[in-house]
Antibody, heavy 121, light 110 residues
Framework: EVQLVESGGGLVQPGGSLTLSCAAS????????MHWVRQAPGKGLVWVSR????????SYADFVKGRFTISRDNAKNTLYLHMNNLGVEDTAVYYC??????????????WGQGALVTVSS | QSALTQPASVSGSPGQSITISCTGS?????????VSWYQQRPGRAPRLMIF???NRPSGISDRFSGSKSGNTASLTISGLQAEDEADYYC??????????FGGGTKVTVL
């Protein structure tokens, strides 16, 4: 059974940093692109970032470029999102998402339950 | 990058068919065969319903179908059921090598 379990969410002050982790199990982690997608309370889904199966390529939404870094440790079956210079607009549930492909990186077929990040003073 | 455009809400009676549109540009929806559709019920994580414009993942009912014409993709739900009441989101790969979502459509079963 595919499982994606996010951790590391919580309350952080504006300007602060936080790192989210996503522990993956039930599939061959190094054969899939992975994504982070967020959802502010009561709002829609917003794509944040993706990383290729081997970790050798990443891409980001413009609004996080230079502030967030996606990475993965294929030996530990874990995905990360390092977030710096957080603003109140970054408050959201962050979903770890497995892509259905090792090649295209365009469609998430398994989603974690999400980690809530709250940015507030 | 601008979000894809979806209607805020669509409704239908049980048994009817409804269609949700997703409009982008030649740089995203119209330029690639990489439109996906997701269903999200309240309090739940999203679920992939359609990938690569018109393909259904294993386990998804054939009442759900995807299509595309030019820069507009569509999700059709046939034989509408009460359990189909949810929010639906489209997404597309773009020429900037990123993914963009639509704003979401709330489907109500009357």
């Amino acid at each position: 059974e595919v499982q994606l379990v996010e951790s590391g969410g919580g309350l952080v002050q504006p300007g602060g940093s936080l790192t989210l982790s996503c522990a993956a199990s039930g599939f061959t982690f190094n054969r899939h692109w992975m994504h982070w997608v967020r959802q502010a309370p009561g709002k829609g889904l917003v794509w944040v970032s993706r990383i290729r199966s081997d970790g050798g390529y990443t891409s980001y939404a413009d609004f996080v470029k230079g502030r967030f870094t996606i990475s993965r440790d294929n030996a530990k079956n874990t995905l990360y999102l390092h977030m710096n210079n957080l603003g109140v607009e970054d408050t959201a549930v962050y979903y770890c998402v497995r892509d259905r492909s090792a090649i295209t990186g365009t469609a998430g077929d398994y989603w974690g339950q999400g980690a809530l990040v709250t940015v507030s003073s | 990058q601008s979000a894809l455009t979806q209607p805020a809400s669509v409704s239908g009676s049980p048994g009817q068919s409804i269609t949700i549109s997703c409009t982008g540009s030649s740089s995203d929806v119209g330029g690639y065969n990489y439109v996906s559709w997701y269903q999200q019920r309240p309090g739940r994580a999203p679920r992939l319903m359609i990938f690569e414009d018109s393909n259904r993942p294993s386990g998804i009912s054939d009442r759900f179908s995807g299509s595309k014409s030019g820069n507009t993709a569509s999700l059709t739900i046939s034989g509408l059921q009460a359990e189909d009441e949810a929010d639906y989101y489209c997404s597309s790969y773009t020429s900037s090598r990123i993914v963009v979502f639509g704003g979401g459509t709330k489907v109500t079963v009357l």
